[in-house]
């Protein structure tokens, strides 16, 4: 079947979801406008009234009560609509791609995942993740979904007792089996000490004690970027050869933000920071082809990252 002839096929199953989908969007915008409009009219006149008797804070106190009432209300009224589009037209724009993918809108990877990886060695406090993707791309079997992990932090006491969250990490986290057999850790991380304090950073990278060995490369494009650790340096130069590492540097300038590898397990594990939330419905463009080429637009560069690191060529016995 050619490019088009699948293109015509994925558009022929989706239009007719896409349609009730768009339907369903409209209305649920009415309601969600009429009952905005409602609350804001009520807001408006309670204002009025504590305004004439209480002035002109207490008035304020009710615009800002009708604005949060409003948002609250907006949220429920559009909450059940952005949920069965994620599962039914995700669902099917994941299935259509490929039919050994699944797509679950309210799983992610796991804690315990995100952890194994040992890219990020901060106690997390508050874990989630959403928009699960799983499959088979030829020999390759992946996963992954949006992850947001967060420590937080406190001060003062009683009353005064303060919390703030602080991210770990946000964007797109992604398990793949790796194409060559080991049996240690190796983990690229973003190389910012070096970038920033010279030779200083190049000195604090040997003694960070929280990870393996530095492991020094000879690609001095890649060693200005990232910075390797690794548990066994023969082992790391195996696993990052010379068109490895140009590929990871190819998978930054496509990705544009910071990107974190570990080889752990005989699996790869990426961490794309991003703030972009990929697979959202938006509540005020039309349910149409435009909004579906851009998730798959999305796919395309995810899975797409077996391709760039050339994860489906076999290297001896890894099958």
Known sequence: MSDSESADTFEAKIAPVLERFETRRRETIRKAKLSIAVIAAIAFLVALLVGANAGAQAALFAVIGGAVIGFIAFGAITNPFKKAFKQEVLGAVVSTYDE??????????????????????????RYRAEDYVSGLWEKTEFEFSEVHAEYKTTSGSG???????????????????????????????????????????RKLQDWNFARPDVVRLEDPDFEREFCVYADDQVEARYILSPSLMQR????????????????????????????KNCFEPKMFEPVDMSLIDEYKEDLDLIVGIVDDLNLNTRVWTKE
């Open 159 to 201: 009353k005064n007792r303060r919390t703030q969250w602080h991210t770990i990490f946000k964007g797109i986290f992604f398990i793949a089996d790796f194409h060559k057999e080991f049996r240690t850790r190796t983990i690229v991380l973003p190389d910012t000490a070096e970038k920033v304090f010279g030779f200083l950073g």
């Open 100 to 125: 050994s993918f699944r797509y679950q809108a309210t799983s992610g990877i796991s804690r315990g995942a995100f952890k194994a990886s040992e890219l990020f060695k901060k106690g997390i406090d």
């Open 248 to 275: 990871i540097l190819r998978l930054k300038r496509k990705f544009g933000d910071k990107v974190f590898l570990s080889f752990l397990h005989s699996k790869v594990y990426i961490a794309l920071s991003s703030s």
